[in-house]
């Protein structure tokens, strides 16, 4: 590593603000910082990160992504060594790290990307790890292929389109096809950038099970919201409760204040809520 970028990397973590342009700068003339191992918080791996990537700059700062604190110690609580997770909407792997790290060896985690950039560099950090089962493809309502959209903001891509995008044809399934293929999972996790709806219509067979998943989703409106609490509940007999995850992992009422991320809860995994974070509405 080159002198000068050892400074960047110092003051970098020092700065409230700016950081990124700082690490970026550093890291298109240091190859060495384009392959950086990256220390994960209360996780015991690291992801090889590429420091020309805003996606690992709170890696890089903090070793966690703190807006995502909240889910982190949710999924902590309510996973079990030994589970089987899909991550659907991988990105670079910090949710997949943590899932493996969660449940162990007698676990696997299915880890699913359609992004060919963000799929490379989750393979290059977690690609050899026994209990991880790496996908490059997308999940939607049936198998084919579909139009992709890759910002520069890798966290971003989306199947739904973003002015100024990249644009690529990539390879789906559904939900339905890969449980068919690898299993029914205890835990679903599906941050998809708006598109979670489409990945829920592709799910009836898995969510009429009655050991449907434990599923941790994102909503970025009120509209995405109701339609995939509608989805679910049609389509589960309205077997799930739903709960918001706030900032400390605590779960309330999805019309309170909270994270963008919602928890659907079906009857079996009622007992998953501990003491550590229990079900709770404001006063």
Same mark, same amino acid.
């Given at each position: 590593?080159?002198?000068?970028? #050892?400074?960047?990397? *110092? ?10 342009? +700082? ?19 209360? &996780? ?20 966690? &992504?703190?807006?995502?604190?909240? *889910? ?10 030994g589970d089987l997770v899909f991550d659907i909407g991988a990105n &670079? ?8 790290? +969660? ?105 009429? #099970?009655?050991?449907?998943? +434990? &599923?941790? *989703? ?11 609490? *509608? ?11 739903? #709960?918001? +995850? ?19 809860i079906p009857k079996w995994a009622k007992e998953r809520i501990d ?9």
């Amino acid at each position: 590593m080159k002198p000068t970028s #050892r400074i960047c990397l *110092f003051v970098a973590k020092l700065i409230p603000r700016g950081y990124f342009r +700082i690490l970026k700068f550093a890291a298109e003339r240091d190859p060495a910082l384009q392959d950086l191992f990256l220390p994960l918080k209360n &996780i015991p791996l690291c992801l090889r990160g590429d420091l020309r990537e805003s996606v690992f700059t709170s890696l890089y700062r903090t070793g966690n &992504i703190p807006h995502q604190a909240g *889910f982190d110690l949710l999924c902590t609580s309510l996973l079990r060594p030994g589970d089987l997770v899909f991550d659907i909407g991988a990105n &670079i792997g910090y949710t997949t790290a943590l899932f493996s790290h +969660i449940v162990g060896s007698d676990g696997r985690v299915i880890a699913v990307e359609p992004s060919p950039r963000s799929f490379a560099l989750l393979s290059r950090s977690l690609g050899e790890k026994a209990n991880i089962t790496l996908l490059n493809l997308g999940v939607s309502k049936a198998e084919g292929q579909l139009e992709f959209y890759v910002p520069p903001s890798l966290d971003r891509a989306s199947f739904i389109p973003i002015a100024g995008a990249q644009k690529l044809r990539v390879t789906i399934s559904s939900l339905d096809n890969l449980c068919a293929s690898y299993g029914y999972p205890q835990f679903i996790k599906v941050d998809v950038e708006g598109y979670e709806p489409s990945v829920f219509s592709g799910a009836v067979a898995t969510l009429h #099970r009655n050991d449907r998943p +434990i &599923i941790v *989703f994102e909503a970025l409106d009120i509209k995405g919201l109701e339609k995939c609490i *509608f989805l679910l509940s049609e389509q589960s007999g309205g077997d799930y409760e739903y #709960r918001r +995850i706030r900032n400390d992992g605590s779960l309330v009422k999805v019309e309170e204040t909270g994270s963008s991320d919602f928890v659907a809860i079906p009857k079996w995994a009622k007992e998953r809520i501990d003491g550590r974070t229990k079900v709770h509405h404001a006063a």
